[in-house]
């Protein structure tokens, strides 16, 4: 059974533009989130969707925003970028709601230049 | 908002012995604590995880304590071996009703297994 797929991997932006990234969940999961992780911060979850629906939004602007499709597949969208916004994003999908196990991918590298 | 604190950050320990990472959370209503592995360069990998339901977990090498009323967890990682060298991170995620899998992370712990 595959496992989460991000895309791309690896990506270099310049201040100011915007980024669009992909994950594919794992087969007949349905909740996917996305978290963003720093030397400096951590971990922090950045939102979550169930069916189409934005459940959860962490304390991120709103140049952060994402969607997920009818087959489960999620994008999620920063825009107008900023320094700061270099990052690993990761992408965890899970079964079902509500605390059931969560398995990451592993992550888009996105560097701002 | 629930918030998490991971000990030690970092941790050297020679091949063979064991390692003990403690975690604390603060709302008592959080139901839920998985720990991740994290290699250079990769995703965290889900290694081991307990419900509130139940005291101790364990998987081979690997064992998990929780105590909800100290509202604290543990990793306990027996036997340790080189390839154990990695960033593990515990969490936890709220019960609320519609809060989905929401997990906030602890800030890790780059363990040094030296051979």
């Known amino acids: 059974k595959a496992g989460v797929t991000q895309t791309p991997r690896y990506l270099i932006k310049t201040r100011g533009q915007q980024v669009t990234l992909s994950c594919s969940p794992i087969?007949?999961?349905?909740?996917v989130s996305w978290y963003q992780q720093t030397p400096g911060q951590g971990l922090q979850f950045l939102f979550e969707?169930?069916?189409?629906?934005?459940?959860n939004k962490g304390n991120f602007p709103g140049r952060f925003s994402g969607r997920q499709f009818s087959n489960s597949r999620s994008e999620m969208n920063v825009s107008t970028l900023e320094l700061g916004d270099s990052a690993l994003y990761l992408c965890?999908?899970?079964?079902?709601?509500?605390?059931?196990?969560?398995?990451f991918g592993e992550g888009s590298w996105l560097t701002v230049v | 908002g629930e918030n998490v604190e991971q000990h030690p950050s970092t941790l050297s320990v020679q091949e063979g012995d064991s390692a003990v990472i403690k975690c604390t959370y603060s709302?008592?209503?959080?139901?839920?604590f998985p720990w991740y592995k994290q290699e250079l360069g990769k995703g965290p990998q889900l290694i081991i995880d307990?419900?509130?339901?139940?005291g101790e977990k364990k998987d081979q090498r690997i064992a998990v304590t929780l105590n909800k009323t100290a509202k604290h967890f543990s990793l306990h990682i027996t036997e340790t071996q080189p390839e154990d060298s990695a960033v593990y991170f515990c969490?936890?995620?709220?019960?609320?009703?519609?809060?989905?899998?929401?997990?906030?992370f602890g800030g890790g712990t780059r363990l040094m297994v030296k051979p």
């Open positions: 307990i419900r509130s339901n139940v």
């Open positions: 969490a936890a995620s709220p019960p609320y009703n519609n809060a989905g899998n929401m997990l906030t």
């Open positions: 087969s007949g999961h349905r909740s």
């Open positions: 969707y169930f069916s189409e629906t934005q459940r």
């Open positions: 709302d008592s209503a959080s139901n839920y």
């Open positions: 965890a999908s899970s079964f079902l709601e509500g605390g059931n196990t969560i398995y």
